[in-house]
């Protein structure tokens, strides 16, 4: 499955115990919004405004779903990192100097 998030933890691996490899993959924004426009991709953003924010950042509807996600091989996590001051707010926009970082998660067989 896909997921559209601003977040990643440990927490999220639905087995820890299985071998895994956890592999981030740095996206240029045009790149990530390439990757939101080819599939289909459940949202799991836990902030309206960032949501709002991403959604033009990335020109495509990614709405806000406060929901916990546990992901295992196979599924592939686009990661929306928020990078500056705390958003204040009802924000529609970044902050200058604020931007976002795009990491693509992939989930897969170490072996």
């Known amino acids: 499955m896909e997921y559209i998030n601003n977040v990643f933890t440990l927490g999220m691996l639905k087995n820890p115990a299985d071998a895994s490899c956890v592999r ?9 919004a390439c990757w939101v426009q080819k599939g289909v991709w459940h949202s799991v953003v836990g902030h309206e405004d960032t949501a709002a924010i991403t959604s033009k950042e990335l020109g495509a509807v990614i709405p806000f779903n406060r929901q916990t996600l546990l992901i295992e091989k196979g599924d ?6 928020y990078i500056g001051p705390r958003l204040p707010e009802g924000s529609t926009q970044l902050p200058d100097g604020a931007k976002f ?4 998660v992939l989930i897969r067989d170490i072996f």
């Open 24 to 32: 981030f993959v740095h996206l240029s924004k045009k790149d990530a």
């Open 76 to 81: 592939e996590v686009l990661v929306t990192q």
């Open 101 to 104: 970082e795009y990491f693509l």
